[in-house]
């Protein structure tokens, strides 16, 4: 992704709240079915009757009061946890201390006023950002509170992911979650393009409803999302081309074998192979310079031929699949860590595309937020 064809999303300003609202959630047995997802694509303005229709048949259910949630799920063997509300966007940051939401990718205009056109035709958001942050004791507390009471649902979905949900309504626990979360910063995990389409819906359509978007807030420290590594395919590259490149920015390539190579992948070291040659990189890295970084911003730009494809695969075994059917070279990322990535967002730079993965993401269906609810 070119740099220059990104924008940073605006940043919204504290205090981090996350408000009350009336969920509906599909039925288990649509929750997790690629039929459901495609529902919220095309056509958008059948989106909201179809809901209220699935709603008349005892297919979706829709919470008559007003609620933020503790929603937990289960999915390989991970269990997350956080708070599912209505983020309040109505305040743009003016300084860098005030920011509450922070991007670390950039994103694209065309894409951003896709998405917002499309919520705002559906008139729902149909599934929650996930946000993450290192949660206060404060926090913590509370949230053990709400466990220890009965769920408001509790099931297991279509793809196998396990949901617990419990609902806060008490007033007084409301406002003991805002003081909690007043000081909260937190990074965007995921949803990064529909962040700023809610962000946009409030200039199309200046109205409560567009006030806000539905996020799930994850305490990092507590229930963490697993950070992994997206690798890359570098298609019509060769590893001597990459050798070149990597010795124009002041890096050697190492030859090794498979077994050594993968076993070398770590924080400093890359692996990259054409599917029969292999080879390490540690590229010399300023203070809190991610490895992405610098693939992205000094050596794919010293080829001397442009990669003619970029491919991004979430696992190694996927990525040396792919380099053994097309010609390239696979280059084996490490996993970014949280706190680097933090660090880099709260100095406002963007990180190349697809430089995290934060998963497992909770299956679309579980938590939606309507637009008309008032």
């Not at 009061?65 to 509300?85: D, F, N, P, Q, W």
């Not at 694209?108 to 290192?134: C, F, G, K, S």
């Not at 406002?348 to 309507?370: D, M, N």
């Amino acid at each position: 992704m070119d740099i220059g064809a990104v924008v940073t999303p605006p940043h919204s300003a504290g205090p981090l709240r996350l408000l009350p609202f009336r969920g509906l959630t599909l039925a288990p047995r649509r929750i997790g079915d690629a039929s459901s997802i495609r529902a919220f694509t095309r056509p958008y303005r059948s989106v909201a009757e179809r809901l209220e229709r699935w709603e008349r048949r005892g297919q979706v259910s829709h919470d008559p009061m007003s609620a933020v949630y503790l929603h937990e799920y289960t999915a390989g063997g991970i269990t997350v946890r956080g708070l599912v509300g209505a983020l309040d966007l109505s305040r743009r940051s003016t300084t860098r201390a005030d920011v509450a939401v922070f991007p670390h990718e950039g994103v694209h205009p065309a894409q951003v006023e896709e998405l917002a056109a499309r919520m705002a035709e559906m008139q729902v958001n149909p599934a929650p950002i996930l946000l993450v942050h290192r949660g206060s004791a404060e926090t913590r507390q509370l949230v053990a509170q709400v466990q220890e009471r009965p769920t408001h649902l509790e099931f297991e979905d279509r793809a196998h992911q396990q949901h617990r949900i419990w609902a806060v309504r008490d007033l007084e626990e409301l406002r003991r979650i805002d003081a909690a979360l007043s000081t909260t910063r937190a990074l965007i995990a995921d949803g990064h393009h529909r962040y700023a389409a809610y962000l946009r819906m409030q200039q199309l359509r200046p109205e409560p409803a567009a006030g806000a978007g539905l996020a799930m807030l994850v305490d990092q420290d507590d229930t963490p999302l697993f950070l992994g590594a997206i690798h890359r395919l570098f298609a019509g590259t060769t590893l001597a081309g990459l050798k070149d490149a990597a010795s124009r920015v002041g890096t050697r390539l190492e030859p090794t074998d498979r077994r050594r190579g993968v076993a070398a992948l770590g924080p400093d070291t890359l692996v990259a192979t054409d599917g029969s040659a292999w080879a390490t990189l540690r590229p010399r890295l300023g203070t809190d310079r991610a490895v992405v970084e610098w693939v992205h911003q000094d050596l794919v730009p010293a080829l001397t031929r442009t990669p003619t494809s970029t491919t991004y695969l979430h696992a190694v075994d996927a990525a040396l699949d792919a380099v053994s059917r097309r010609r390239g070279v696979a280059l084996l990322m490490p996993a970014p860590e949280f706190g680097q990535v933090l660090r880099i967002a709260a100095e406002e730079r963007l990180l190349p595309e697809k430089a995290t993965s934060f998963q497992p993401k909770p299956s679309v269906g579980v938590l939606i937020r309507s637009l008309r609810d008032r």
